[in-house]
């Protein structure tokens, strides 16, 4: 079940001071930081994150299969000649982080990040440091009010909405219950709205298809702590895909999704079954 090696980072023992983020309650990119291996949680994520994945065990494996399904996504669409890109739910960075994958094939990309924790913005300097050609920047907001990420002056100083953008939501909608506000698709719909055509949306989301009373018992772990989530099936996934020209093929598992060639190697080095990823992943181009 290997699929990246994790950071081997000591997790955090000190107390935070009064200026940093409240660790009263678990907190989405800490537990994300947490399956990774990395350090930036606090006893409070750990202790969620240690029940959510005693419900169930490949949770870290769905976290490090979907931090390789950001550099494929990234490189593809790089490939393709996408140089400017909004990863929204960006999470505490990992390295590689997604201008460095960009970067990697064109030093001129232009990467803006948004997240809502305190915490991502602590870290932020770490999303700083592309290339000479190119340029990063970070926005604090949430996604919740797509209109406040989109009037962000770091964002309108880096992208060039006039300009195809690929706009990233990898791990990030099943956070977005139905039948809540906001509505999900809705966000999605408002985002795609401001966006060129020649743009692409690039997303993973969690699913019970393969395994519902695992992924089930998971969620319930994140909803006991105060995190509203929603895992969805194939056909839910495609109506965020709507209006557009879906990349083949389509809504996948991300070890079948071969639209960058890469699907058998990573058959191959991660060794996973659908049960133990358990999401499902795409892009596709606005015409």
Known sequence: MSVTEPRTDQPRTDQPSTDQPSTDQPSIARMYDYYLGGRDNYAVDRAAAGKAIAAFPALMVIARTNRVWMHRATRFLAERGVRQFLDIGTGIPTSPNLHEIAQSVAPDSRVVYVDRDP????????????????????????????????AAPQLADTLDLGRPVGLSLNALLHFFPDGRHPDPYGVVKQLLGALAPGSYLALSHVTT???????????????????????????????????????????????????????????????????????????????
């Open 119 to 150: 915490i991502v913005l602590a870290q932020s300097q770490r999303l700083l440091n592309g290339s000479p050609e190119g340029r990063t920047a970070f926005v604090q907001a949430d996604v919740s009010d797509p209109a406040s990420v989109l």
């Open 209 to 287: 298809d393969f395994d519902p009373e695992g992924i089930s018992s998971a969620l319930q772990v994140y909803r006991s702590s105060g995190i509203p989530v929603q895992a969805r099936g194939r056909a839910e996934l495609q109506r965020f895909f709507a209006g557009l020209d879906v990349v083949p093929p389509g809504v996948e598992v991300p070890h079948r999704w071969d639209a960058d060639g890469m699907a058998e190697e990573s058959r191959i080095t991660a060794d996973v079954t659908d049960a133990e990823v358990s999401l499902y992943v795409g892009v596709a181009r606005k015409p």
